[in-house]
């Protein structure tokens, strides 16, 4: 059962419903820039929410410098008392997060027909560029994952312009990246998380 959390760049959370008013958040798209090259997003359940599955962020972004973009995308995990959990990586880092997921901007165009909304099928094609300074929509592929979220943790959405951590393998080595990125929320640019969560089976209709 997918459901859906917007982004917020003014608050920096998540929420079920869209914000109505426009706003935007920038970060460093430069690897070599360890200062603020990045945003994060966070929301706190309220009761126990089991995600499992393939997710998908979709997301207005831009860039100031270039005409193509890569973005990467870290699902955290924050206990209760606000520490992040680490998680085991699928290339044997010990403090992984969740899940993740990226996307070269001038291959976002993805065919409805064979994708869902929580798990977009990216064509590559053909190179579509960007215009500086102008929101794109991207639709983001987070790969599969299984993650429980007690009552009073977070879900934590990390946008980044390389990747999040120093892997000891399977590490991006170049990427697209110049200036900086920034993340447009709300109004006409309704950045949202879409996941899949299960329901328990006694709450599920009979009928």
């Known amino acids: 059962m997918p459901r ?7 608050s920096l959370t998540m929420t079920p419903a869209p914000s109505s008013d426009a706003h935007a958040v920038s970060y460093s798209a430069v690897p070599r820039r360890r200062r603020g090259d990045r945003v994060s997003f966070a929301h706190r359940f309220a009761e126990d929410t089991e ?3 393939s997710m998908a962020l979709r997301l207005w972004i831009s860039t100031d410098d270039g005409t193509d973009l890569d973005v990467f ?3 955290r995990k924050r206990d209760t008392a606000g520490a992040l959990v680490p998680f085991y990586g699928y290339n044997g880092f010990p403090n992984d997060g969740a899940a993740k997921g990226w996307l070269r901007a001038s291959h976002r165009e993805v065919d409805p027909s064979r994708g869902r909304p929580e798990r977009p099928f990216h064509t ?10 102008r929101p794109t929509e991207l639709m983001i592929e987070i790969w599969p994952s299984g993650t429980h979220f007690e009552a009073g943790s977070e879900l934590v959405v990390e946008i980044v312009g390389h990747d999040a951590d120093r892997y000891p393998a399977l590490r991006h080595k170049a ?3 110049r200036g900086n990125h920034t993340v447009h929320t709300g109004g006409e640019t309704p950045s949202a998380l879409i996941f899949p969560v299960i329901v328990p089976r006694c709450e599920r209709s009979t009928t």
């Open 4 to 10: 859906t959390l917007y982004l917020d760049a003014e």
């Open 51 to 53: 995600i499992v599955g």
């Open 73 to 75: 995308v870290v699902i």
């Open 124 to 133: 590559h094609r053909s190179a579509q560029p960007v215009e500086p300074n």
């Open 175 to 177: 990427t697209v990246n």
